[in-house]
């Protein structure tokens, strides 16, 4: 069962559709780790054009869907509620299998360090158990 719902996340994070790209949190230890799900349906705006005939989700929303989950579990910390968590960097990103119509991403993120308003979370997208995605992600911590 979800910890978290759409409306809910979205009194933590700014996002809005067609660019908040996780649907549910359903594990939360704030500042520590989140996991949530992303229901991916045909009907998503990017796959008109990515590919037609061959739809896939682009990789660069599997690392920002990553990204939503990890800043529920940072701005979830009491000190930071109302603010915004904004990407500062992507690094050792991989891509291990493409994700289609019709799969369920689940999204662990896992804070590994912060100092001061810098973090860095580690991030695993798997669809049925198997990795889709991974990279270490760098947040800024903003008003």
Not at 107 to 126: H, N, Q
Request: neutral net charge.
């Amino acid at each position: 069962m979800a910890i978290y719902t759409a409306q809910e996340i979205m009194k933590i994070i700014p996002h809005r559709h067609p660019f908040m790209l996780i649907d549910t949190i359903e594990e939360l230890e704030p500042g520590v780790r989140a996991v949530g799900k992303k229901c991916v349906s045909f009907n998503e705006p990017y796959f008109a054009g990515h590919f037609p005939g061959n739809p896939v989700m682009p990789g660069v929303l599997i690392i920002e869907a990553l990204a939503q989950v990890g800043a529920v579990a940072i701005l979830g910390l009491p000190e930071n509620q109302g603010k915004t968590a904004y990407f500062a960097g992507i690094d050792k990103a991989k891509f291990k299998q493409k994700v289609c119509p019709g799969d369920v991403l689940l999204l662990e993120t896992k804070i590994v360090k912060v100092k001061g308003p810098i973090g860095i979370g580690e991030a695993v997208a798997t669809v049925n158990g198997k990795v889709a995605a991974k990279a270490e992600l760098t947040f800024a911590i903003g008003e």
